[in-house]
């Protein structure tokens, strides 16, 4: 299965749109910063959201075709697409981020993955362990010594039939 990838023409020069790489993620969020979470999971809300933003954020999930994510000048991209890009190719920008990036699928997960974390630690707490538990207890031996059960005692109890001398 091949990864899903959307290509734009604009002033005649091509530009990809792929899924997210956490480089992208942590621009986009930068970008975004001021917008809340919970927004990002509605794309009607995040569509609107966007067009305040729309030049940042397009200078992130884009790319010119040949080059790298890592040697893009957000800042200086998102001024130069600003006047370049018709409302159409936005539209599109858009609507394939969503394609590319099950925002709220991923979000879910996120969420699903915090919480089995939190409960995790809960758990941890009310037992007041801190570490794995042991499977079970040590042995002790008459004596109050303690014995792991592989371990042969030196004398042995009053009564067993073993004899340790022989």
């Known amino acids: 299965m091949g990864e899903k990838q ?29 917008i809340s979470v919970s ?17 940042p954020v397009i200078a992130v999930v884009i790319t010119k075709e040949g080059v790298r994510l890592q040697d893009k000048d957000i800042e200086a991209f998102s001024g130069e697409i600003e006047f370049a890009i018709d409302a159409e190719t936005v539209t599109r920008v858009v609507q394939d981020f969503f394609v590319c990036n099950p925002v709220a699928s991923i979000y879910e997960k ?18 007041g362990s801190t570490g794995p538990a042991s499977s079970s ?8 010594t303690g014995s792991s059960g592989d371990t042969p005692q030196g004398n042995v109890s ?9």
């Open 6 to 34: 959307f290509t734009y023409e604009i002033n005649g020069t091509t530009y990809i749109q792929r899924p997210l790489v956490l480089g992208q993620i942590k621009q986009l969020s930068n970008v975004l910063e001021n």
């Open 39 to 55: 927004m990002l999971t509605d794309e009607t809300a995040m569509a609107k959201l966007l067009v305040n933003n729309i030049s």
């Open 110 to 127: 996120l969420s699903g993955m915090v919480k089995s974390i939190r409960k995790g630690k809960e758990k941890q707490a009310e037992t």
């Open 137 to 144: 207890p040590a042995e002790t031996s008459q004596n109050g």
């Open 158 to 166: 009053p009564g067993s039939n073993t004899d340790p001398g022989t």
